[in-house]
Each structure stands twice: as C-alpha cells, then as structure tokens.
C-alpha cells in the first residue's frame, strides 16, 4: 500500500486560510456584511468553529483578512496585465481605465462595498480600511508610474479621481444597468484624464 504523503503544516495552514477567506468574500456577496458571520462562514466551508477562531479571533479580523487577500491577488493580476498590454503597444492611460472598470464592476467588488458601508459606523473598522485602500492606491499608482512615466502630484491626484469616479460608478450600477451608458462615460473620462495629464 503506498505511503500517504503528509502535507506540510503550513501548506494545511495556507490552505485552511484560503478556504476561509475565500468563503467570507462569497458570503459578503451573496448575502451581504450583516448576515456574514463567523458561523455562517464555518459552515460555508465545513470546517469547526474553533478552527476558524484559531485563525481569526473576529469577525472584523476575518472581514478585512478577506478583503486584503483580494486585494492582494487582485494586485499582482492587475500589475502583470497592465504591463503586458502596456508592452504589446496598448495605450497606457486608456488601458489603466479599462481594467481598473473591470474590477469594480465585477461583483467581488460588491464585497468591499459592503465593508465600507459598515465601517461608516465601526471606528476600527474604518482605520484598518483606510490601510487597506492607501496600500491598494499605491500599488496602482506605483504601476501607473513605472509604466508611463508619469509621476508627482498632478499624477496622483488624476489618478485618485479616477478611482473616486470608478466608486460612483459601480455604485450607480445598482440603480441602472446600462453597459452602453457606462462605456460611453468611461470613454469621456479617458479624454479628459489625457488632457489632465498632458496638462
């Protein structure tokens, strides 16, 4: 009979996390921040409850656990397709927008959306937010910069307005589905970033 290979514990540690995080992210999407509990996430992945609270003691923990490892390989996949298309001879600025509406119009985004409403009211909440979306804002900016050339404030501060406009954007998808409509703004907003930039 063949020798069972033992996983690593790390390995079981990772796997366990990624089982976890990846549950509250759908749970936060499906049923939003308020029905997304520790318990409701245990059972989404069949593990115990004392093995969830070994690995996040809250809720909180877990809530922005889950939305920082999104974040994460949201990142990297970001990074690394931005620089392909920007390598094949895709325009930077308009490439930078289309994928930057990609993500938050995907429904993973509807889960960082859910913990911003809640953290308007949970002061800790909020601050470890606020880390997550400077880390996430320097990343896309640190990108932007090393693909362009473009840097200093006024890259910045366009490039922050262009994530604020994305925001309205996705939340304005709630109240009407008009692909054609958005894609007509988004084209308009490409104009004027080349215009803010070149400015």
């Known amino acids: 009979m063949a020798k069972r290979e033992r996983v690593p514990q790390a390995e079981r540690r ?8 990846d549950a509250t992210i759908e749970s936060l999407i499906e049923i939003g921040y308020s029905r997304t509990t520790t318990v409701e996430v245990s059972e989404r992945t ?3 409850r004392g093995t ?4 996040f003691p ?3 923990d877990l809530l922005v656990a889950a939305i920082e490892h999104l974040a994460d390989e949201r990142s990297k996949e ?3 397709e931005f620089k392909a298309r920007v390598d094949r001879g895709d325009e930077p600025v308009d490439t930078m927008v289309d994928m930057l509406w990609v993500m938050f119009s995907d429904p993973i985004y509807w889960a960082a959306i859910e913990l911003m409403v809640a953290a308007r009211t949970d002061p800790e909440l909020l601050k470890r937010l606020e880390e997550f979306e400077r880390s996430l804002g320097s990343r896309i ?3 932007f910069k090393e693909l362009t050339g473009r840097q200093g404030r006024e890259a910045k501060v366009s490039l922050e307005m262009t994530l604020y406009f994305m925001r309205g954007l996705a939340m304005e998808r709630i109240f009407r ?9 988004l084209n308009r907003w490409k104009t004027q970033l080349r215009q803010l930039l070149d400015a």
């Not at 990772?14 to 995080?21: A, D, I, N, V």
């Not at 692909?179 to 703004?185: G, N």
């Open 141 to 143: 900016y640190a990108a």
């Open 78 to 80: 970001f990074e690394a």
């Open 46 to 48: 069949g593990l115990s």
């Open 58 to 60: 809250s809720k909180e």
């Open 177 to 185: 589905q008009n692909e054609a409509h958005y894609t007509q703004l």
């Open 52 to 55: 969830q609270l070994h690995h």
């Open 14 to 21: 990772r796997l366990t996390r990624g089982k976890l995080l």
